[in-house]
């Protein structure tokens, strides 16, 4: 049995053909870090523009900050940006802990408030999505809209064994060998590879720990309730065989006001393959929140 795409590692970098020399790694590159208390940890992020309304984006399994260079770049200077490693991700620390989606979005809140933001529309892609909408059941008043970009808002499955039969795919000691493969069957066929090594390169620099952590927290069904999103959302999601009829069905039920878009010839990573077309939706999106200039 195949898993979904958003279980896939997310997407980790820019291929060659999204970065210009004097363009996108530059924005992000070189907005100061900043780092929140979460608890008794420190979170990482960067806060570009000004406003009380912030878009915040969410990372991926896997993933840091810099997977946004090109989001960053084209909303630079249209609205507040902000930009976070997840609790044991990236520049974030790392302690042996249970890394749930509640921790994440704990660590959410903590950057928002340390940033002086009092609302936000949450961008959240692959894992990043079940990030948000925790975010979205603990804080709803600071919750302006969602956006979830190949991210799942139902289980692949409810049989604990299918779930256990997964998760034993993934242990701290075989890691670094086993991530890699499990993605490279998920990969788009024109999938560059820059952006192949760029996985393998941050694959390799995050915790076994806290990626195996994280992932079992991504699983536990407490947090895959049915209990409805009453904000606007935008899902933004590669064409692929695993978001079905009925699974379209579904959020389109449990999400009344959702604005689902579907991208041909693009995978898990659509937000760093076709960026332009990508941004283009997500800007229309915050101009309808009036987040966006």
């Not at 912030?54 to 609205?79: E, I």
């Not at 940033?115 to 804080?139: D, I, K, N």
């Not at 998920?186 to 393998?200: C, D, E, F």
Request: one cysteine or more.
């Amino acid at each position: 049995m195949r898993w979904p795409l958003w279980l896939a590692l997310p997407a980790l970098a820019l291929s060659l053909n999204s970065v210009r020399a004097d363009g996108p790694a530059d924005v992000l590159d070189k907005a100061p870090s900043k780092f929140a208390k979460s608890g008794d940890l420190k979170v990482h992020y960067k806060s570009i523009g000004e406003g009380k309304t912030a878009v915040v984006f969410v990372h991926g399994w896997c993933c840091d900050l810099t997977v946004w260079r090109d989001q960053a770049a084209a909303l630079n200077g249209r609205a507040r940006l902000i930009f976070i490693d997840l609790p044991g991700f990236g520049h974030s620390d790392r302690p042996k802990i249970d890394y749930t989606m509640d921790v994440f979005a704990k660590g959410v809140d903590a950057v928002l408030t340390d940033a002086g933001a009092e609302s936000a529309v949450l961008v959240g892609h692959s894992m990043g999505t079940p990030v948000v909408r925790q975010f979205y059941r603990l804080y709803p008043a600071k919750t302006k809209a969602l956006v979830f970009v190949d991210g799942a808002l139902r289980p692949f499955t409810k049989d604990p064994a299918e779930t256990a039969k997964f998760l034993s795919m993934f242990i701290e000691e075989t890691f670094k060998d086993t991530a890699p493969k499990f993605l490279a069957g998920m990969l788009h066929p024109n999938t560059s590879q820059a952006l192949r090594a760029r996985i393998v390169e941050l694959v390799s620099n995050s915790s076994p720990q806290v990626a195996v952590s994280s992932m079992k927290g991504m699983v536990d069904e407490k947090y895959w309730k049915e209990d409805p999103i009453k904000v606007p959302s935008l899902a933004l999601m590669a064409k692929s065989p695993f978001w079905t009829e009925d699974y379209k069905a579904f959020v389109r039920k449990l999400v009344p006001d959702l604005d689902y878009r579907e991208f041909d010839d693009v995978g898990h990573f659509l937000f760093m393959e076709r960026p332009k077309v990508v941004d283009e939706a997500l800007i229309g999106f915050l101009q309808k929140q009036g987040v966006v200039k």
